[in-house]
């Protein structure tokens, strides 16, 4: 079974400059996140999807992050303009249903911001 | 504010000895407790869970327990093997709603050979 996969799995950009992440997740996984990694913390959940629904997107900074899911299946996630603070590990996860306990992780997006 | 806390950054145990990572929370409307393990480069991946309503949990090597009067919960890792070397993170999940997980910061375990 193929895990969640994601691109590209590093990215340098300079602050206001935009830059776009993709994730494909688990075949068959209904919710897919994205979460938010920085250097010393725990990933801290930015956007979940259902399908191509939004169920919580409470913790995304919507005046410059963005996130689809258009099709149901894979998705990405944008920031534009982005700032020094958002470097960080950018993680996708999947899972077959919002209830379950277990979420299949990607191997992340390194993003540094100069 | 952080709702769950793993106070250990670091960890140093010796192979085959018994490793213990700790977890404190403050919500009491998480249903679910989960330890992720991670190597460097690579996202977290499931290792054991636990529900509110038990107490321990066992899956070979890895037994989780639960105390909710403290809000407290530990991973055991018996015996450690130089594999397990890694970032432990504690997650919990909110028993309504996105039923999201919160992560704790996590725990550099290094087992030495």
């Known amino acids: 079974e193929a895990g969640v996969a994601q691109s590209p799995r590093y990215k340098i950009i300079e602050k206001r400059q935009s830059v776009a992440f993709w994730c494909n997740p688990i075949?068959?996984?209904?919710?897919l996140y994205w979460y938010q990694q920085i250097l010393g913390q725990g990933p801290k959940l930015l956007i979940q999807f259902q399908n191509n629904g939004v169920v919580d997107d409470s913790q995304l900074p919507k005046d410059r992050f963005s996130a689809e899911r258009l099709k149901g299946v894979d998705s990405t996630l944008k920031i534009q303009p982005a700032k020094l603070e958002d470097s960080a590990v950018y993680l996708c996860?999947?899972?077959?249903?919002?209830?379950?306990?277990?979420?299949?992780f990607g191997p992340g997006t390194r993003l540094t911001v100069l | 504010d952080q709702q769950v806390k793993q106070n250990s950054p670091s960890l140093s145990v010796q192979e085959g000895r018994i490793s213990i990572l700790n977890c404190d929370y403050t919500?009491?409307?998480?249903?679910?407790f989960l330890w992720y393990k991670k190597y460097p480069a690579e996202g977290p991946t499931f290792l054991i869970s636990i529900s509110s309503i038990k107490d321990k949990n066992e899956d070979g090597r890895f037994t989780v327990f639960l105390n909710k009067s403290a809000k407290h919960l530990s991973l055991h890792i018996v015996p450690s093997q130089p594999g397990d070397s890694a970032v432990y993170f504690c997650?919990?999940?909110?028993?309504?709603?996105?039923?999201?997980?919160?992560f704790g910061k996590g725990t550099k375990l290094s087992v030495i050979p």
């Open positions: 075949s068959g996984h209904a919710t």
């Open positions: 996860a999947s899972s077959l249903d919002p209830y379950s306990q277990k979420q299949f």
């Open positions: 919500n009491s409307m998480f249903d679910y």
């Open positions: 997650a919990a999940r909110s028993g309504a709603g996105s039923y999201q997980l919160t």
